[in-house]
T-cell receptor
C-alpha cells in the first residue's frame, strides 16, 4: 500500500542548531513533493516545492533534498529559532494523481532558547 | 490580498444532525480542495474541484459526505446524519493551475466540528 511516513515523535533541538526532518514514502512515483508548516489551530502554510528531477531546493534558512532512489525527502532548518517551532508536513503528488496532494502525518519541531 | 476563508470557525452539533461548512477560495484560483484533520493527525483528502471538470470525490469517507462548488467560487461541504467520528477540523485549500502544473495550496483556518 502507499504510505508517506514522518517521525511522529517531536523533535527537540537547541536554538541555533540545524533541524532535520525526514519524509519517507513507499509505493509512489512522485511528480513533486511539498513541505508545509502548521501552527496550532491554523491551516498549513506552504514552504517549498521540489520536483522529481531536482536534488535540492533552498529558500533562506530552509533546504529540502529529494532522493527518489531512497524514496526520501529531508527538510533542514539552519540556525533554528524558537519561532520555527511548529508541525511540519510533507506532501506529495504522484505522477498519476493529477493535482491530489497526499500528506504525511507531520513532525512537531520544538526549538528551545 | 484576501486569503481562503472558512465559516463557521467552530461548530458543535448533536449526533444525527446535518451540518454545512463553507469555503471561500482565493479569487481566481481554479482548484479547491477539502481535507479532514483529526486531532494530532495529518490531513486526509476528501474532495477536489478543478474548474468545470467533474470533482474528484475519491476521498469522501461515506455517502453522508457531499460537496458542491459554484463555478470557481464558494464551496460547501455537507455532512448528513453526523456521527461522533466526524469530529475533526475540516480544512479547505485553493490553488491556481498554470501551464498544466499545480502550485502550492493555500489553506483556510479550518472549521472545528464537534459532534456530541
Amino acid at each position: 500500500s502507499q504510505k508517506i511516513e514522518q517521525n511522529s515523535e517531536a523533535l527537540n533541538i537547541q536554538e541555533g542548531k540545524t533541524a532535520t526532518l525526514t519524509c519517507n514514502y513507499t509505493n509512489y512515483s512522485p511528480a513533486y513533493l511539498q513541505w508545509y508548516r502548521q501552527d496550532p489551530g491554523r491551516g498549513p502554510v506552504f514552504l517549498l516545492l521540489i520536483r522529481e528531477n531536482e536534488k535540492e531546493k533552498r529558500k533562506e534558512r530552509l533546504k529540502v533534498t529529494f532522493d527518489t532512489t531512497l524514496k526520501q525527502s529531508l527538510f533542514h532548518i539552519t540556525a533554528s529559532q524558537p519561532a520555527d517551532s511548529a508541525t511540519y508536513l510533507c506532501a506529495l503528488v504522484a505522477n498519476n494523481a493529477g493535482n491530489m496532494l497526499t500528506f504525511g502525518g507531520g513532525t512537531r519541531l520544538m526549538v528551545k532558547p | 490580498g484576501a486569503g481562503v476563508s472558512q465559516s463557521p470557525s467552530n461548530k458543535v452539533t448533536e449526533k444525527g444532525k446535518d451540518v454545512e461548512l463553507r469555503c471561500d477560495p482565493i479569487s481566481g484560483h481554479t482548484a479547491l480542495y477539502w481535507y479532514r484533520q483529526r486531532l494530532g493527525q495529518g490531513l486526509e483528502f476528501l474532495i477536489y474541484f478543478q474548474g468545470n471538470s467533474a470533482p474528484d470525490k475519491s476521498g469522501l469517507p461515506s455517502d453522508r459526505f457531499s460537496a458542491e462548488r459554484t463555478g470557481e467560487s464558494v464551496s460547501t461541504l455537507t455532512i448528513q446524519r453526523t456521527q461522533q467520528e466526524d469530529s475533526a477540523v475540516y480544512l479547505c485549500a485553493s490553488s491556481s493551475r498554470r501551464g498544466g502544473s499545480s502550485y502550492e495550496q493555500y489553506f483556510g483556518p479550518g472549521t472545528r466540528l464537534t459532534v456530541t
